[in-house]
């Protein structure tokens, strides 16, 4: 079984920074695929950023430029850097992985609880 922990979430002035982190815990083989979802009061949940194994990196158009997805496998983390923050990007952030637990195991998919970003004056 593996767990996601997110950490990073809080408030934040428009303009300014937060960074995003999400630990994986469990015996994972390998990534498969690794991405940040958010989910606005009355809107479904969107993708922010997110990669494909052996693909490039997604960024949603509204987050181009300001947010970069990053990760260590060697720490199983995942991180995503937010800066120009906008009241926009207020929101549920979740981070998503999907991962191997040997080399012939069909890939399961994670969810994250979870963390509240808010921007704000």
């Known amino acids: 079984q593996v767990q996601l922990v997110e950490s990073g979430g809080g408030l934040v002035q428009p303009g300014g920074s937060l960074r995003l982190s999400c630990a994986a815990s469990g015996s994972i083989f390998s990534f498969d695929a690794v991405a940040w979802y958010r989910q606005a009061p009355g809107k479904q949940r969107e993708l922010v950023a997110g990669t494909i194994e052996g693909a490039g990196i997604n960024y949603a158009d509204s987050v181009k430029g300001r947010f970069t997805i990053s990760g260590s496998s060697a720490k199983n983390t995942v991180s995503l850097q937010m800066n120009s923050l906008k009241p926009d990007d207020t929101a549920v952030y979740y981070c998503?992985?999907?991962?191997?637990?040997?080399?012939?195991?069909?890939?399961?998919?994670?969810w994250g609880q979870g963390t509240q970003v808010t921007v704000s004056s």
């Open positions: 998503y992985v999907k991962v191997r637990l040997a080399s012939l195991a069909p890939a399961i998919e994670y």
